[in-house]
Each structure stands twice: as C-alpha cells, then as structure tokens.
C-alpha cells in the first residue's frame, strides 16, 4: 500500500482536512538530525495545539513560522526532556510578552490549556518548578503554581489503576479537543501516557504513542477505528527496552503496520528505512503534515 501526495486537484475538491498533524519533531530523545518530540495538532475549530514540546520546541516553533502565542493549548504524555524540556519557554514567554492580538498571561491573557494524565500533571510542575515558582510579585515571590501559566484541564472519566497507582487512563473532553490519555509501559514505574484523539463522534480515532513498548493487543484491538498509529520506534535491542523496539513493530498484524507511521527514531533512520517501508510502514521526518481522517500524508519532506 501506498501513501503519498494528494494530487493538487484532489486537494482543491476535498474538504479542509479536520485534524492536520505536523511533525515539527521526529526523531528521537539522542537525535539530532530529526529533532525532538513536537507535533502540531490543528482542531476543526482552528485551534492550534501541540503534542509534546521537546527541549528543541522553541526553535522548530520559530522555524515553522509559529508563534507561542498562536497555540491554544499542549497535550503532554510524559515528562521525559525531548518531551517537555520547551515548556519553560512556552510558559514565560506567554506569561510576560504581549503581542498585537493575543495579551500576555499577566495582562489577563489566556494561559495555556494543558491536557495530560493527572500523574504526569504532577511531574510536569515538579520539574518546572523550581523556574515557574518565581513570579514577579514582591509581595509573594514564589507564589507560581502551574495554573499561573496553564489552565490545567480536569479529565472527565477514567478507567481504574492496573498495574501502577494511578488512573489506567484519563479522558478529556473539551470544545473541538476529545482525547484519552492511556498509561504506557515505557520506563517502569513511570507515568506516560499514550493519546487517543477522537476523530468524529463514532469512536475514530489517531493514535501517538508517545514513548511506549509495543502492546501489539492494544493496538490490534484499536485498528478497526484507528486511522493512523504514529509510534516511537528504535532500531537498538537492548535489554530493558522502553520504546517501540522494531523487532516487535514488524511482528504486528499487517493491518496495524500499513496504518503506522515510525517517529521518534535515532539518526541511523536510513540504514533501516528501507526493511521498514517493505513491511508497509511509513517514516515521519520532521515537517510531514497528516490528514488525521484519512491518515493520509499531505506534505512535507517525505511526500
Ligand atoms: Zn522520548
Ligand atoms: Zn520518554
């Protein structure tokens, strides 16, 4: 099966696409050909969030020609820092600088939503922190509280702790933005979190791993309604893996391969495209820009 560019005249009769993803980072925490983890989600009602927001999300919003301000708001899976490490710089940016549409937090601007597992939320302020504590208030000088910068969403449902103390999952429901946030198994014992995003109201959804091992039970029984799995994926075998360690990538179900696009790979990327892209697999490189709906790759260095 192939996947490619809509042709020009395709493209005009069509529909918008729904939910655009661009890959503003694909490649994996050590890399740095593909850059870290960052991708943009754009929401039929013209929001624009990001999924992760690496140590190397400043620059690539700089790059796609973005603004922090432009973002309405993060979803985040772990915090690991090719995950989160820009997240200080989103804070502080949005939270002291105006711009000519949108006021700074501080003027009574909006904050920055934030979509991620109870759990993670946790860590997330435990390593911001000791930076975002700090706010310029003499009378309170470390009064900072996540909900100073962000506007931390509350999940609406959850499915009951498995094999780790909290919630298995969370899901999330707001205007325009429906996701559930599912534990991984990547490092043990640590939150992370893999998204569901709702795609329509039929169950449809896309899937980001986030950083994961493969659970090739979940990903087979969420085929029929998925339209693409964007997962981590490494070429190393080594023992303890945490990620999507493509000897168990290959092993899935042709059906989940065909609808798979590999990110947050090492910079060897091109010693293995090859075997992958035989098997029906796709490789993200950063810039690639996703139909959501129809898991179709409409642009980028790769179509
Ligand atoms: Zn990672
Ligand atoms: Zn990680």
């Known amino acids: 099966m192939r996947y490619g560019l809509l042709d ?6 069509a529909a918008a696409p729904a939910h655009v993803l661009r890959l503003l980072g694909a490649g994996g925490a050590f890399s740095r050909r593909y850059g870290t983890t960052c991708a943009e989600l754009r929401l039929p009602n013209g929001e624009r969030w990001l999924i992760d927001c690496g140590r190397q999300a400043p620059d690539q919003i700089a790059a796609a020609g973005l603004r922090w301000h432009d973002i309405t708001g993060q979803i985040i899976t772990h915090v690991h820092g090719d995950h989160v490490f820009g997240l200080e710089d989103f804070a502080f940016t949005r939270y002291f600088t105006d711009t000519d549409d949108v ?4 003027s009574g601007g909006p904050r920055i939503k934030l979509v991620c597992h109870g759990a993670v939320r946790a860590e997330v302020w435990q390593t911001m922190a000791p930076s975002l504590r700090y706010v310029p ?5 470390a009064s900072g509280t996540l909900a100073t910068y962000f506007d931390p969403v509350e999940a609406v449902g959850h499915e009951p702790a498995r094999n780790n103390p909290w ?15 599912r534990e991984t198994v990547h490092v043990p014992g640590k939150p992370s979190t893999s998204v569901e995003l709702a795609l329509d109201d039929a169950g449809t959804i896309a899937w980001w791993s986030g950083d994961s091992t493969v659970d090739a039970a979940l990903l087979t029984a969420l085929e029929p309604r998925t339209t693409v799995f964007f997962h981590d994926c490494t070429f190393r075998e080594y023992p303890g893996q945490v990620h999507g360690a493509f000897g168990a990538l290959e092993q899935l179900p042709a059906a989940v391969r065909h609808k798979m696009v590999l ?3 090492e910079d060897d990327l091109e010693q293995h495209r090859s075997r992958a892209e035989a098997l029906g697999f796709r490789v993200a490189l950063p810039g690639d820009c996703f139909d959501l709906a129809r898991g179709l790759l409409l642009t980028g260095p790769s179509a």
């Not at 020009?8 to 009769?13: E, K």
């Not at 006021?103 to 501080?106: K, L």
């Not at 707001?174 to 946030?181: I, N, Q, Y």
């Open 8 to 13: 020009a005249p395709a493209l005009s009769r």
């Open 103 to 106: 006021p700074s937090v501080r």
């Open 137 to 141: 208030d003499p009378a309170a000088p």
């Open 167 to 181: 919630h298995h999952s969370e899901r999330f429901e707001l205007p325009g933005l429906r996701v559930v946030m």
């Open 263 to 265: 990110m947050h790979h």
